[in-house]
């Protein structure tokens, strides 16, 4: 027997425990999000275990979403909620086993550093400071939390507009990670760049257009089980007001270019999907996508070119996803910006693998290909 403990009821909290009764077999189950089948997201806490060896085995892992997100993954641990470390991970038999000996009484388990919602509060209320700053209060979402949008910038005749969307897949917390990166670049009144893009644009912002999925713990969906990223062409106030209204603030706004930010099971690299492959899209509007992903590349090296989604991926189903949508009404550069849940295989952090630190370095050099392509307008 053993006074282990492990809980969940936190924010962006998924466990269910099966049998905690020996530190060498652990048995915990993933719980799917609410009226949805989805589920891979996990984030847990374990007490009572300092110097104990681990073995915690999560036996619905091989009826995940994407269980090849599985293969060569590590999770993540932290004792602080700040800093988060990999711990020695294996898909075996259909099971993930995460295996770590604590050498404190507290810490946490999760499938990428979480992103809480207190996060997101400070982050509107501490961008909200600047004078460059907006903030919009878009709507409510089903379960009753605010719909932030940060308006950063003025506009003005002249100025291109620019949309930057994140985590419409709550689990996805990579993306409001590189979403911060990205607002804190924009806010430095000592950044030279962000102050010329912001002579030329005004960027609309939402870090997190999922916020009941996010503190429900839910891997890809709403408060109702809806896949925000499959609503776009037709949203509604009754399954996906989150979608709705910021479609419908685009509408009064414009859009000149949209990002939208992901993370990927699978691909262990960071990549760009753009509208190749749609039928409505023009050749001029792909080459400035395409210019946009060689000039991110040589911005940042965790960013490659060789690997991403084959074009039309997704078929009939592509106008239903926010960046194709975005694309085909406003006839704009329009892409989704996918980040890996596992390390990036060729620069390999073997401490760390692919972090909220690298996330955030990503989103702050979004402005080197913004700031080209803005060049290129004029």
């Known amino acids: 027997m053993t006074n282990i403990h492990i809980s969940s009821s936190f924010d962006s909290g998924n466990i269910e425990v099966v049998e905690a009764r020996r530190a060498d077999d652990i048995q915990l189950r993933i719980r799917q999000d609410n009226a949805s089948e989805f589920y891979q997201w996990f984030h847990y806490r374990v007490q009572g275990a300092r110097g104990k060896a681990l073995r915690m085995r999560l036996l619905n892992a091989a009826g995940a979403s994407y269980p090849d997100g599985w293969e060569d993954y590590?999770?993540?641990?932290?004792?602080?909620?700040?800093?988060?470390?990999?711990?020695?991970?294996?898909?075996?038999?259909?099971?993930?086993?995460?295996?770590?000996?604590?050498?404190?009484?507290?810490?946490?388990?999760?499938?990428?550093?979480?992103?809480?919602?207190?996060?997101?509060?400070?982050?509107?209320?501490?961008?909200?400071?600047?004078?460059?700053?907006?903030?919009?209060?878009?709507?409510?979402?089903?379960?009753?939390?605010?719909?932030?949008?940060?308006?950063?910038?003025?506009?003005?005749?002249?100025?291109k507009t620019i949309w930057v969307t994140a985590r419409q897949h709550p689990g996805e917390t990579m993306a409001q990670w590189c979403a911060e990166g990205l607002i804190e670049r924009l806010l430095d009144r000592h950044d030279a760049q962000a102050a010329r893009i912001l002579e030329a644009a005004v960027i609309y912002l939402?870090?997190?257009?999922?916020?009941?999925?996010?503190?429900?713990?839910?891997?890809?969906?709403?408060?109702?089980?809806?896949?925000?990223?499959?609503?776009?062409?037709?949203?509604?106030?009754?399954?996906?007001?989150?979608?709705?209204?910021?479609?419908?603030?685009?509408?009064?706004?414009?859009?000149?270019?949209?990002?939208?930010?992901?993370?990927?099971?699978?691909?262990?690299?960071?990549?760009?999907?753009?509208?190749?492959?749609l039928?409505?899209?023009?050749?001029?509007?792909?080459?400035?996508?395409?210019?946009?992903?060689?000039?991110?590349?040589?911005?940042?090296?965790?960013?490659?070119?060789?690997?991403?989604?084959?074009?039309?991926?997704?078929?009939?189903?592509?106008?239903?996803?926010a960046s194709n949508w975005v694309g085909k009404r406003f006839q704009c550069p329009a892409m989704t910006l996918e980040m890996p849940f596992k390390d990036y295989d060729l620069r390999p952090d073997p401490l760390q693998g692919w972090s909220p630190e690298r996330s955030a370095r990503l989103g702050a050099s979004l402005l080197d290909p913004l700031l080209a392509w803005l060049a290129r307008q004029t």
């Open 74 to 159: 590590r999770a993540v641990a932290s004792y602080d909620r700040q800093h988060w470390f990999r711990v020695p991970t294996r898909y075996a038999g259909g099971e993930l086993v995460i295996e770590h000996e604590p050498v404190q009484d507290s810490l946490y388990y999760a499938c990428f550093a979480p992103y809480s919602f207190e996060r997101h509060l400070d982050l509107i209320a501490r961008a909200g400071q600047s004078e460059r700053v907006c903030c919009e209060h878009l709507g409510t979402t089903l379960d009753g939390r605010d719909l932030d949008l940060l308006r950063i910038g003025t506009p003005a005749a002249g100025r």
């Open 279 to 321: 039928p409505w899209v023009e050749a001029a509007l792909l080459e400035q996508e395409q210019q946009f992903e060689h000039d991110l590349a040589a911005a940042n090296a965790d960013f490659q070119l060789e690997r991403g989604y084959p074009p039309n991926k997704y078929g009939a189903e592509s106008i239903t996803i």
């Open 206 to 277: 939402v870090p997190n257009m999922n916020p009941d999925g996010a503190v429900r713990g839910h891997l890809r969906t709403n408060a109702l089980g809806v896949n925000l990223n499959r609503e776009w062409d037709t949203p509604s106030l009754e399954r996906s007001p989150e979608v709705f209204r910021v479609r419908e603030r685009m509408e009064q706004t414009g859009v000149d270019l949209h990002l939208d930010l992901h993370g990927d099971e699978g691909l262990p690299c960071n990549f760009i999907a753009g509208q190749e492959g």
